[in-house]
Nanobody
Framework: QVQLVESGGGLVQPGGSLRLSCAAS????????MGWYRQAPGNQRELVAT???????NIGDSVKGRFTISRDNAKNTVYLQMNSLKPEDTAVYYC?????????WGQGTQVTVSS
């Protein structure tokens, strides 16, 4: 079992930055592919970014060039650095841990981009 707890969401103005954190506990963090997904009202959950155990990253097209994902295996934490935020980035952001067929999700953290 893996428990995931997201933090760092909030209200930010367009063009601003936020850093989300996801702290994991309960299993061997380093073996998991970690990811961030988001879901806006009325929309399906979409991929934001993932990072493998080896550090390979995959960034969603809608955030490429603005968001970066990183992980600190010593702290069992994955981060999402979000820059140049836009109103369309407003969503609940979910942390995900995946290993083979096993998937874990956090509770989500709200990010609102508005002036």
């Amino acid at each position: 079992q893996v428990q995931l707890v997201e933090s760092g969401g909030g209200l930010v103005q367009p063009g601003g930055s936020l850093r989300l954190s996801c702290a994991a506990s309960g299993s061997i963090f380093s073996i998991y592919t970690m990811g961030w997904y988001r879901q806006a009202p009325g929309n399906q959950r979409e991929l934001v970014a993932t990072i493998t155990s080896g550090g390979y990253t995959n960034i969603g097209d809608s955030v490429k060039g603005r968001f970066t994902i990183s992980r600190d295996n010593a702290k069992n934490t994955v981060y999402l650095q979000m820059n140049s935020l836009k109103p369309e980035d407003t969503a609940v952001y979910y942390c995900n841990a995946k290993y083979t067929a096993t998937n874990y999700w956090g509770q989500g953290t709200q990010v609102t981009v508005s002036s």
